[in-house]
């Protein structure tokens, strides 16, 4: 994206986020003006998330994104149905190489996955690549690197099966 359209884009979500303060009503407006965004029904995007990238967005019917979340669409991201993801989360679908020669080297790119019925805490930052399971929760302020299975709790690094 040229910086032009990232300005204009920016702006726009600003306006939005000021303006429109029903939540669910929010969440059709985006839908209907940004083709790489597809939300079900009675999707719930409180105010000040940030969206950065042209990948694409599916967000299950009844999930819930609380209030100063950044969703990186650099790749894909699906979050699936019944999804409540607190607020200041960080969902990340890239990074990049780091090397000696050079800081920041090339920008790799993977899917993440967030599926249906997960509860992700305030401050969470989810990595690249990673799919949390059906079921599974997230602490507040948790780091996740890795896949996590379908109904695991993740606290203090520690990820448990609890059914």
């Known amino acids: 994206m040229q910086t032009r359209e990232k300005i204009i884009v920016l702006i726009f979500f600003k306006l939005i986020n000021f303006f429109i303060s029903n939540h669910t009503l929010r969440a ?5 003006i940004f083709t790489n965004l597809k939300f079900s029904k009675n999707v719930d995007i ?11 967005l599916i967000i299950g019917e009844n999930s819930f994104i609380n209030e100063e979340c950044f969703l990186d669409l650099s790749s894909e991201l699906i979050i699936g149905k019944n999804v409540a993801i607190g607020m200041r989360t960080m969902i990340l679908s ?7 020669e050079k800081r920041c080297g090339k920008v790799k790119r993977k899917k993440t996955i967030i599926k249906d019925n997960s509860w992700i805490g305030a401050g969470v930052v989810v990595y690249p690549g990673v799919t949390i399971g059906k079921g599974s929760i997230v602490s507040a302020g948790e780091i996740v690197r890795s896949d996590l299975d379908n109904g695991m709790l993740l606290v203090n690094g520690k990820a448990t099966k609890i059914y």
């Open 46 to 56: 409180r105010r000040n998330v940030s969206f950065y990238g042209k990948g694409s």
């Open 94 to 100: 890239s990074s990049h190489y780091i090397g000696k």
């Open 28 to 32: 059709t407006i985006l839908n209907k």
